[in-house]
């Protein structure tokens, strides 16, 4: 300890008063210390206030340079260093010399850098308004021979890309095309690793996507899938999964998607098509999660449907009504519920026997299976009115229905439910549907959905609500009365904040209810003629004119 006493009290001289060949000892002594007891002589290192004699050191580049660097890199090992070394203003010329040529020096610079910003968000924003990013890209590309260095480069690429402000830094260099390059020269399951750490975070941006799908990521993916498929080997299965999952993940960028779409020729699309029918249930999923995301626009779902995709779909979810695994169910779900949103494709989905093999999933007791379910139904049964009494008089699905519709735990399965409940009555437009709903104890939840916080669940209820009060008064009279029917109309008519279509809504339903004695009289006990009378001048005229036939109905029936 004595010696490294005398070590740090020469470094602590000025850069005149040093002999070269007396400051490479010291460094020597120190880094022997570091390598006895890190801790011990890091303390020692901030006790005799040495730091601040380094910057000084890094900016004269010589022989020590190397050193110096591996010095900071080993005390900011220690987390209570690594705000001294911030400090001590080690950082900006530390970033100076990763423009060096020499690979020594870089390597313990980097190493330098990443011990004294590990884990700190803000110094690693400094280091990306500092320019480093496109200095490490060309690094890689310069010393991509060297392993060392690339690992250094990959670690650093990996910390920095979680951070949102560094997507924009790394897509503008070739980070796509230099990873690419270095992926396909890794045989290795670890360096492939590697690799992959920074490319997860990075294809989050969806110009970085697009970068990798040009510069051939996808081919290297399908390549990986293709080598570890029928692996039993644990990583097999790990690299599989995360081959299959970074493809998925590179079809959620709508340019990338389409591009690989290629009208639905495209050979990765076809490729992605074959892992439908595949044993492998981690192939399984990516396929119908790939489907899901190339179903993202009418026309690609509109050539799927054609195309007999559908089929595929179901076959798969056919296989996993027993054997259960549920994050294929959802994925397939998924898949199916995206290719039913445009009009054409939901009669021939339909007379395909999807809502027959979606019902087989009511069983389910997982909510995500349950949310896509409930998506899918909605989705199918949206403008076909034989559909939706078809299934609005099954007596099962309005039980699950009803149930769900409580399940306050899980809020899209709520929400889902209540929105299915609505779509069924006012898609089928049907009494036979309206009468299965009030006899399973469906109406109270549609009031409660009236009161909803999203506008469209809110128009949603009311229009069902309306159907409902049209086509079977008399037998909803009770539920009406029991759920507070038209006190939450009188709340929605006087709320400021209610859009016009609720107010319109709103206002169709009173006068439809007023068919019903003891409704009647609710209406005529709480002050509606004042909050219709306000309508009149609303500034919507569609508004303004229900309010005026409203006061009407009011006047007439008081």
């Not at 010095?71 to 010329?93: H, Q, S, T």
């Not at 229009?463 to 507070?484: P, Q, T, W, Y």
């Not at 006068?511 to 709480?526: A, T």
Request: glycine share 6%.
């Amino acid at each position: 300890m004595d010696n490294l006493s005398e070590a740090l009290e020469k470094l602590k001289l000025g850069p005149g008063s040093r002999a070269p060949d007396s400051v490479e000892g010291s460094l020597d002594c120190l880094l022997k210390a570091l390598a006895h007891n890190n801790t011990e002589a890091s303390m020692k290192i901030q006790e005799m206030g040495v730091l601040p004699s380094l910057p000084a050191l890094l900016s004269s580049e010589s022989t020590c340079t190397p050193k110096v660097a591996n010095i900071i890199a080993e005390v900011a090992k220690n987390e209570f260093m690594r705000g001294p070394c911030v400090d001590a203003g080690l950082i900006p010329p530390l970033v100076q010399l990763l423009t060096s040529p020499d690979q020594e020096l870089l390597l313990q610079t980097g190493r330098a850098l990443g011990n004294i910003c590990y884990d700190s968000h803000a110094l690693q924003a400094q280091l990306i308004n500092m320019g480093v990013i496109p200095t490490l890209v060309k690094l890689l590309g310069v010393h991509s021979h060297n392993t060392a260095l690339t690992e250094m480069c990959l670690i650093a690429f990996g910390n920095l890309a979680e951070l949102e402000s560094s997507k924009e830094q790394f897509a503008s260099t070739n980070i796509a095309e230099e990873l690419v390059r270095l992926f396909q020269k890794q045989t290795e399951h670890e360096k492939r690793e590697m690799v992959f750490e920074v490319l997860a975070p990075l294809a989050e941006n969806d110009m970085i996507k697009l970068q990798l799908v040009e510069a051939g990521m996808v081919e290297c993916l399908l390549e990986v899938v293709g080598q570890t498929v029928d692996g039993d080997r644990e990583e097999d299965v790990a690299q599989l999964k995360t081959a299959s999952d970074l493809m998925v993940l590179l079809l959620l960028g709508d340019e990338s998607m389409q591009k690989l779409f290629e009208g639905g020729k495209g050979s990765v699309f076809q490729r992605v098509l074959s892992w439908i029918p595949s044993n492998n249930h981690q192939l399984q999923l990516a396929g119908a999660l790939a489907i899901a995301n190339f179903a993202r626009n009418d026309g690609n779902c509109i050539h799927m449907v054609d195309t007999g995709i559908v089929q595929q779909l179901l076959e798969l979810l056919r296989r996993h009504v027993d054997e259960g695994n549920v994050t294929v169910q959802h994925a397939a779900l998924s898949a199916l519920r995206n290719l039913a949103i445009p009009v054409v494709n939901k009669a021939k989905m339909l007379s395909a026997g999807v809502a027959d093999v979606v019902l087989k999933f009511l069983q389910s007791e997982m909510p995500p299976v349950q949310f896509k379910l409930l998506g899918t139904l909605r989705m199918l049964i949206d403008t076909q009115a034989e559909a939706a009494e078809q299934l609005g008089t099954n007596d099962k699905l309005l039980e699950r229905l009803v149930e769900w519709c409580e399940a306050k735990d899980h809020a899209g399965v709520m929400g889902e439910s209540n929105r299915l409940l609505s779509a069924l009555i006012r898609h089928s437009k049907s009494k036979a549907v309206v009468k299965v709903v009030i006899e399973g104890g469906g109406v109270k939840h549609l009031v409660t959905m009236a009161t909803s916080e999203h506008m469209i669940m809110q128009n949603e209820a009311l229009v069902a609500l309306g159907l409902i009060a049209a086509l079977d008064l008399v037998a909803a009279e009770k539920d009406f009365e029991g759920s507070g029917l038209v006190a939450m109309l009188h709340r929605l008519l006087a709320d400021e904040r209610s859009a016009p279509e609720i107010k319109y809504n709103s206002m169709i339903l009173v006068c439809s209810v007023m068919g019903s004695e003891p409704l009647h009289k609710e209406v005529r006990g709480l002050a509606f003629m004042d909050v219709v009378a306000k309508l009149r001048t609303h500034d919507n005229k569609t508004v303004s004119h229900q309010a005026s036939l409203t006061e009407q109905r009011l006047t007439s029936q008081s």
